[in-house]
C-alpha cells in the first residue's frame, strides 16, 4: 500500500497549456505539502496545507493553485505552464504533532515544451 | 544567508571509512531535525530525525546535534557503495509546518 501517492509520475506539455497534478496519502496525516526540485536537485517548499487550510504559500507565481478537497488529497493546477515550470514535483505528508516526519510521494517529473 | 546551508560535495569516501555529512540551519526556533536521502531519481526518504541536543545512534547512522551553534551532522560508518546518494538536512522550522531543506551533499562510496 503506497503512503503518499501522486499521479502522474510523468508530465510532458507545451507551454501555454493547464495541467494538474493530484495527490493522496493514506496516512492519517493532517499536513501536506507541494515541493519543487529543480534541475540543481534544489528542493524548495511550494505551499503547505493543514487540514484544507492553507497555512503556508512561498513565493510562488499565481499561475500555481493548489486545492485540498479533503485532509487526504492536496491536488495542484498550473496555468499557462512555462519552460522555467519543468521540474520534479514532490507531494508529502506530515503529522503536525509528534515531531512532524514528512513522508514523500515518487514524485511528478513535468517536462514543458 | 541561507536558511540551510550544506556543502555541495561531491564528498568523495573509500568503502569502510566514516562519511561525515555537517548542516547548519539559521531558523533558531527549528524543533526537529531530520536527515533525507535521496537517490538519483527517486524521492527523498528518512534516515535519521533528532530532537535533542547531542548524538542519536540508529545502526550505521550517528546524528549529531547542537542547538547553540545552528549544527547538525551525520555520520555514516561502515560506508557501503549503496549510501552514495544524495544526504537532504532538513529542519523543521519554528512555525511547525514548515520543513525546509538544504540543498543536498552528494556522497560518492569509492569500493
Known amino acids: 500500500d503506497t503512503a503518499v501517492s501522486q499521479t502522474p509520475k510523468y508530465l510532458v506539455t507545451q507551454m501555454g497549456n493547464d495541467k494538474s497534478i493530484k495527490c493522496e496519502q493514506n496516512?492519517?496525516?493532517?499536513?501536506m505539502y507541494w515541493y519543487k526540485q529543480d534541475s540543481k536537485k534544489f528542493l524548495k517548499i511550494m505551499f503547505s496545507?493543514?487540514?484544507?487550510?492553507?497555512?503556508i504559500n512561498e513565493t510562488v507565481p499565481n499561475r500555481f493553485s493548489p486545492k485540498s478537497p479533503d485532509k487526504a488529497h492536496l491536488n495542484l493546477h498550473i496555468n499557462s505552464l512555462e519552460l522555467g515550470d519543468s521540474a520534479v514535483y514532490f507531494c508529502?505528508?506530515?503529522?503536525?504533532?509528534?515531531?512532524?516526519?514528512?513522508?514523500f510521494g515518487q514524485g511528478t517529473r513535468l517536462t514543458v515544451v | 544567508q541561507k536558511e540551510v546551508e550544506q556543502n555541495s560535495g561531491p564528498l568523495s569516501v573509500p568503502e569502510g571509512a566514516i562519511a561525515s555529512l555537517n548542516c547548519t540551519y539559521s531558523?533558531?526556533?527549528?524543533?526537529?531535525f531530520f536527515w533525507y536521502r535521496q537517490y538519483s531519481g527517486k524521492s527523498p526518504e528518512l534516515i535519521m530525525f533528532?530532537?535533542?541536543?547531542g548524538d542519536k545512534e540508529d545502526g550505521r547512522f550517528t546524528a549529531q546535534l547542537n542547538k547553540a551553534s545552528q549544527y547538525v551532522s551525520l555520520l555514516i560508518r561502515d560506508s557501503q557503495p549503496s549510501d552514495s546518494a544524495t544526504y537532504l538536512c532538513?529542519?523543521?522550522?519554528?512555525?511547525?509546518?514548515?520543513?525546509?531543506f538544504g540543498s543536498g551533499t552528494r556522497l560518492s562510496i569509492r569500493p
Open positions: 508529502a505528508s506530515s503529522q503536525q504533532s509528534g515531531g512532524g516526519v514528512a513522508f
Open positions: 496516512l492519517g496525516h493532517d499536513t
Open positions: 496545507y493543514n487540514n484544507k487550510e492553507l497555512i
Open positions: 531558523d533558531r526556533g527549528s524543533q526537529s
Open positions: 533528532i530532537y535533542s541536543n
Open positions: 532538513a529542519p523543521r522550522g519554528g512555525s511547525a509546518s514548515k520543513i525546509i
